[in-house]
Nanobody, 126 residues
């Protein structure tokens, strides 16, 4: 059974850091492009960042550029999202997702993704 499981969320003060993990089971993560998305209360799910099968990364949200970094460790079948200088507006449920696509492409479109994790809550508050 193909499954993605996020972890690493929690409560952090403004300016703090968190590292989210997205672990895959039932399939090889390295054969998919992986995206991180987030959904705040009352808002639509938005693309944050993605990484291609070939390791090329893209940040979709201007607000996270320079603060968030996506990376992958194919040996551990895991993708990470390092989040630094966190702000209250980063508060959301964060999801990882996988989609099968060409080697050096990944999408910021929710509808492009085939498999989703259950999400992990990130709360930035003092």
């Amino acid at each position: 059974q193909l499954q993605l499981v996020e972890s690493g969320g929690g409560l952090v003060q403004p300016g703090g850091s968190l590292r989210l993990s997205c672990a895959a089971s039932g399939f090889t993560l390295g054969t998919y492009a992986i995206g991180w998305f987030r959904q705040a209360p009352g808002k639509e799910r938005e693309g944050v960042s993605c990484i291609t099968r070939g390791g090329v990364t893209t940040n979709f949200a201007d607000s996270v550029k320079g603060r968030f970094t996506i990376s992958r460790d194919n040996a551990k079948n895991t993708v990470y999202l390092q989040m630094n200088s966190l702000k209250p507006e980063d508060t959301a449920i964060y999801y990882c997702a996988a989609h099968a696509t060409r080697r050096f492409f990944c999408s910021g479109d929710v509808s492009a993704y085939d498999y989703w994790g259950q999400g992990t809550q990130v709360t930035v508050s003092s």
